[in-house]
C-alpha cells in the first residue's frame, strides 16, 4: 500500500481523512513496514466501510488488517443503535472464530517424551478437515438448548468443568440468541459436527511458554517459561458459514429497500433496528454459541487425552475469546457512555484492568488477548489495557493475518508433505488429513507475527504478556 497517501500521526498508528462518501476517517494501526505490505483491497474496503450510516469515530483496521469479505479481516467499526447498520460481511463467514488457551502443568521435558503418541492421539480424537463429524448427533430440541446456551450447555452435558464458564468471553454464553432464527440448511450442516476443529486456518496447537514480558500479568494467567500450554482455534463451522450466506443475500434487498448507499455490494447490511437486522443479531448470537460450545467440547476431548498420558495434572482454561462477532457494547466517546454495536472482523475484544465483564481474578491485569500465529511460527498472548477504550474501542488484532492468498500459497509451496518434514526437522510435529490445506497455511503465507505483536503493543491495543512456540500442531 502507498503510505504516502495516510496522515502518520505517530509511528504505528495512520489516518484517512474523510473523502467522497466517508463519514469519519480510516485509521490503521501497524508499523511501517506493515503498512507498506498491506494490499490496496484492504485499505479500498476500510474506507468503504466508513461510508455506512451511523458509523461513529472511525473505521479501524488492526495491525494485521488483509484483504477480506465486504469489510478488510482485521476491521472494527462500531455503530450507533438507532442510526447504525449491521452488516454479515462485518462479522465474517465463520462466526465466533476464536481461540482459547489451555495451561497443562507439565514442562517441554515432560511432552518431550510422549509427544508423537500425544500427538497421534489428539489427531484421533479431535476430528478434523472439511465435512468432519463430531461426538454427536444433535436433533432440533437439543441444537435449540446449544444454540441458546452455548458453553453453559456443553457443561451440563459433562463437557466442561463450571469453572471454565469464567474463562469465557460472555461467561460462556450470548445473550439475546434466537436458535428460531437457524435455516433447517444451517442446522442440517452442524448437526453432527459438534466438537470439530474444521479446515482452513483452523489448528489445535501444542506450545511452549518462550518468553515472558509481563511477570504480573503472566502469574495472574497461569503462564510459567518451559511450561506447555494449548491453543484451540475454530468456530461456529457450517452452521455460522450458511447464516452469513443466507443473511448477506437478504441484506442485499434490505439495503435497497432501506435506501442505503453501498460502495460495494459486498458491504451489505441492514439498519439495526429493522427486521432483517434483528433477525440477524439472533441468529449471529445463536452461532456464537455454537462455536463456544464447540470448543468447550473440544477442550473436554483434550483433558481426556492429557489424563491417558499425565493422570496428575489438569487443564486449566486462561481464557476463550471469539474473533467474528458483531457486540452490544457500552463505551465511553466524547464525554458520554454510548451503547454501541461493535462489529470485530478478525479482530478480538481486548478489555482493560477494572472492567465489570471480567471475571474478578483477571481486573486487577485485564483480558488476556490471544494473538494465534500460523504453524511454525508461535503466538503471543497480551492483555488489554485501558488506553484501548479511547484508541479502539477495546479491540485488538487476532492472529498474523494472510500476506498471501491461498491459491498464491499453493504456487510457492507445493508440497505440503515438505512442509511438514521441513517443521519436523525443527522439532514441530504437523498432523493433517490434507497436505494440501497444509500448504495454503504455509508460516510464509501469513505476516510476521513478531511485527503484529509488536505494533498492537505500540499502538496501545494492548500489551504483551508471553511469547508461546509450537511444538506440534493438528491443521484441518
Known sequence: MDINSLEKVNDYEWHVAPHKKMRVPAILFGSESLLKSMDEKAYEQLCNVATLPGIVKAAFAMPDAHWGYGFPI?????????????????????????????????????????????????FKTVPSGVGSHGVMILDKPEMDKMLEGGAHWAVQKGFGL???????????????????????????????????????????????VHEIFDETAAKVFGLKTGDVVISIHCGS???GHQIGTEFLKMMVIEAERSGLFLPDRELACAPIHSQTGQSYLGAMRAATNCALANRQVITHLVRKVFQEFFPSTSLNLVYDVSHN?????????EG???RLFIHRKGATRAFGPGHPELPMDLREVGQPVLI??????????????????????????????????????????????????Q??????????????????????????????????????????????????????
Open 74 to 122: 482485521g476491521g472494527v467499526a462500531a455503530f450507533d443503535p438507532e442510526e447504525g447498520v449491521i452488516s454479515a460481511g462485518g462479522v465474517g463467514f465463520d462466526i465466533s472464530c476464536g481461540v482459547r488457551l489451555l495451561t497443562t502443568g507439565i514442562t517441554k521435558t515432560d511432552l518431550d517424551k510422549v509427544k508423537d503418541k500425544v500427538i497421534s492421539k489428539l
Open 162 to 208: 463450571e469453572k471454565d464458564l469464567e474463562r469465557i468471553e460472555e461467561h460462556g454464553q450470548m445473550k439475546g440468541a434466537v436458535p428460531e432464527e437457524i435455516s433447517p440448511r444451517a442446522r442440517e450442516r452442524q448437526r453432527d459436527e459438534m466438537g470439530t476443529l474444521g479446515s482452513g486456518n483452523h489448528y489445535l496447537e501444542l506450545q511452549e
Open 237 to 239: 463451522r457450517g452452521l
Open 325 to 333: 462477532t458483531c457486540k452490544e457494547e457500552f463505551h465511553s466517546y
Open 336 to 338: 458520554k457512555t454510548r
Open 372 to 421: 494465534g500465529g500460523s504453524m511454525g511460527t508461535g503466538s503471543y498472548v497480551l492483555r488489554g489495557i485501558k488506553e484501548s477504550e479511547n484508541v479502539s474501542f477495546s479491540s485488538a488484532s487476532h492472529g498474523a493475518g494472510r500476506q498471501m492468498s491461498r491459491s498464491a500459497a499453493l504456487k510457492t509451496w507445493t508440497s505440503g508433505r515438505q512442509l511438514i518434514d
Open 423 to 476: 517443521l519436523a526437522h525443527q522439532g514441530i510435529l504437523i498432523k493433517s488429513i490434507s497436505d494440501r490445506g497444509v500448504a495454503e497455511e504455509a508460516p510464509g503465507a501469513y505476516k510476521d507475527i513478531h511485527e503484529v505483536a509488536h505494533s498492537t503493543d505500540r499502538a496501545n491495543l494492548a500489551k504483551k504478556v508471553a511469547f508461546l512456540t509450537p511444538l506440534a500442531c493438528i491443521k484441518g
